[in-house]
Nanobody, 127 residues
Framework: QAQLAESGGGSVQTGGSLRLSCAASGFSLDDYALGWFRQAPGKQREAVSCISNRGDKTFHADSVKGRFTISRDNAKNALYLQMNSLKPEDTALYYC????????????????????WGQGTQVTVSS
């Protein structure tokens, strides 16, 4: 059964750092574009950072540029999000997602286009 599982969330103070991980099981991430999304209470799910299947193209939302870095390790079948200089407005449930995209290297930022989702990991940043 294909599954994605996030880990690494937690509670930190403003300015702190966290590294989220997303492990895939039951399928290989090699031909999948990947993304990190977040959803805060009362808000829509939004794309935070996305990466192409080869890792050569990335997207970061304006709100996280210069603070967050997305990366992937296809050998480990994993996706990561390094989050630095965290702010209270980064507080949300963070999801990893995968969309099958063989033969092309593209970044996908629309949540509706993704095939698989993890259960989410909570990130809470206090001031």
């Amino acid at each position: 059964q294909a599954q994605l599982a996030e880990s690494g969330g937690g509670s930190v103070q403003t300015g702190g750092s966290l590294r989220l991980s997303c492990a895939a099981s039951g399928f290989s991430l090699d031909d999948y574009a990947l993304g990190w999304f977040r959803q805060a209470p009362g808000k829509q799910r939004e794309a935070v950072s996305c990466i192409s299947n080869r890792g050569d193209k990335t997207f970061h939302a304006d709100s996280v540029k210069g603070r967050f870095t997305i990366s992937r390790d296809n050998a480990k079948n994993a996706l990561y999000l390094q989050m630095n200089s965290l702010k209270p407005e980064d507080t949300a449930l963070y999801y990893c997602a995968a969309v099958w995209l063989p033969g092309t290297s593209a970044v996908i930022t629309a949540a509706k286009d993704y095939d698989f989702w993890g259960q989410g990991t909570q990130v809470t940043v206090s001031s």
